[in-house]
């Protein structure tokens, strides 16, 4: 069992920059891939960056390619998104989520989720 927690979200204006955050429980973090979501009003949700376990393989929707970056620590239990260069369409809720069997970009194939964190930018 994992526990995901986000954090980092808020309110900023085009072309600023937010680094979210997501605290995992457990002494097995180290063997989830990580991934993060984002879901707007009206929207289904996308997927944005995942990473493999070790860190070495790192995936990006091409929207955010070259502007947002993943990353992790496995000694915090912590997962990053790294978000520069923003515009108002990245407005969203961000999910971190994890899943024991390697990266993937369809949120369906994902075990454990997060509450969620709110993402607005400002034009």
């Known amino acids: 069992q994992v526990q995901l927690v986000e954090s980092g979200g808020g309110l900023v204006q085009a072309g600023g920059s937010l680094r979210l955050s997501c605290a995992a429980s457990?002494?097995?973090?180290?063997?989830?891939?990580m991934g993060w979501f984002r879901q707007a009003p009206g929207k289904e949700r996308e997927f944005v960056a995942a990473i493999s376990w070790s860190g070495t393989h790192t995936y990006y929707a091409d929207s955010i390619k070259g502007r947002f970056t993943i990353s992790r620590d496995n000694a915090k239990n912590t997962v990053y998104l790294q978000m520069d260069s923003l515009k108002p369409e990245d407005t969203a809720v961000y999910y971190c989520?994890?899943?024991?069997?390697?990266?993937?970009?369809?949120?369906?194939?994902?075990?454990?989720w997060g509450q969620g964190t709110q993402v607005t930018v400002s034009s």
């Open positions: 457990g002494r097995t973090f180290s063997s989830y891939a």
């Open positions: 989520a994890a899943r024991l069997s390697g990266t993937a970009s369809l949120y369906r194939l994902y075990d454990y």
